[in-house]
């Protein structure tokens, strides 16, 4: 809840001690719509709140914290306008109650208030109207001075329009008129932190005490029931004087529904009878708010601690639920996931076996080549040695005709040459002699 922003120290603000940090609280209030959230965000820099919170179900006020500077926490109070569409003006009265008087018991006091208007609202609008009636009895006179009296949505109006309803609603006794006088300021918001800054340095040096307001006194300190204050006067008021006009338009309903029946008009009454219904309807609601208004804070306490048991059980319901839901997603995602990556197994064995039949296929087809390769090599050796043996033979046979022919050759010679010398020596000693006298040597 508490962030920190930086300030400049604000010199004119009394400390109580120094390095002490010191808790400031300022309520925000106005209509919905008016821009308190959108305030309060801009000036702690966190983001607004949505949707379910604990602490704002069972305050319906919220409590946000944030360091304006070194030494003051500032808490701003984002209070629920009395034109809640999902809250009567008594829960909303008794909301309020409940933390103001509570703060108070535990010394928390304020130190301004806030209230926001948007300046872009052509008139006052019975809602606002009410809104402001109950947020000044809810302050009282005395704490008029402690009011800032803030207009919002300046960039949705013309600057000299604004400022002439501004003029109206200051001087407009009804409006602001009459708190004016007793102290309250009129300041502008321009939805920038520094004029967020701008309007709590201003509380910050005008009023060195905190504020009282009339509920807080009239509960904490003269010991009323809600029902008994200024406050819940008013609101009763407002509900008895709703329940006059509605009981008046009922009684006219219910005289034009007499001559519609007169009349034998069928569509007419239906028409008539509706409105009847929710005339009734809204005067028994008022009924109920005024039985709910006479609740002791004590009882609005329970009432709430049981709404916040209810609220906790449901969003431990809603958590639950999310939980199962999220664990079921999962499991679904697991199981998609599983069945994908099954389905991806499967394909690819598919392949694999595909691919290994293939592969068997070419170990075949290798094996078949290498084989008849290996055949073929052999063949071609087997081949090679035969035309070598063949050739090996032939030159045998070639070498055996030579030398039978050499042999007959050189016989024949030699026969020839026997002859020859025994035709010219005729003896032995002659050829001996021929020898001796360089004859040819193979001889
Ligand atoms: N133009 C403009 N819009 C704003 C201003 N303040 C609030 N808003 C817008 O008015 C709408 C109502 O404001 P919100 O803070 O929720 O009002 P709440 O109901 O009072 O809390 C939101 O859309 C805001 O963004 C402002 O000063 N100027
Ligand atoms: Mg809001």
Known sequence: MTSTAWRPSYSSITMAKQNTIEDVYIAVMGVTGAGKSSFIATSSGQPVKVGHDLVSCTTDVEDVAFMYNDRLRIHLLDTPGFDDTNKSDVEVLQNISLWLANSLKNGIK?????????????????SARRNLGMFKKLCGARAFQSIILATTMWSNVDPAEGAERERQLK???????????????????????????????????????????????????????????????????????????????????????????????????????E???????????????????????????????????????????????????????????????????????????????????DRAALDDVKRNYEEAMDRQLRENEAKQREIEAAKDMQYQQLQAQLEQREVSVRGALFGVATAVVSKVIGTRPARQRLRWHGLPRAY
């Open 275 to 357: 409105e009847i219904n929710a005339l009734q309807a809204k005067i028994e609601k008022g009924v109920a708010e005024q039985g709910k208004l006479a609740q002791s804070l004590e009882e609005v306490q329970r009432r709430k601690q049981a709404e916040f048991e209810a609220f906790k059980v449901q969003i431990q319901r809603e958590r639950e639920e999310t939980r199962r839901r999220h664990e079921h997603d999962l499991a679904q995602q697991r199981r998609t996931a599983d069945e994908q990556t099954n389905a991806l197994k499967r394909e690819y064995e598919v392949r694999f076996t595909a691919l290994a039949q």
């Open 171 to 273: 001087d407009n006794p009804e409006f602001w008129g009459t708190m004016c006088k007793r102290g309250s300021t009129v300041m502008r918001y321009h939805n920038s932190q520094t004029s967020a800054y701008g309007i709590i340095d201003y509380i910050l040096s005008q009023n060195p005490d905190p504020v009282v307001l009339e509920i807080q006194d009239e509960i904490v300190n003269r010991g009323m029931a809600v029902d008994q204050t200024s406050a819940a006067e008013a609101l009763n008021a407002e509900i008895v004087r709703e329940r006059k006009r509605h009981q008046e338009e009922l009684a006219e309903m219910k005289r034009q529904m007499e001559e519609a029946f007169k009349q034998r008009d069928k569509e007419l009454q239906e028409d008539f009878q």
């Open 110 to 126: 304020l130190k301004g208030i806030i209230f926001l208007h948007r300046i872009s609202d052509r008139r006052l609008a019975g």
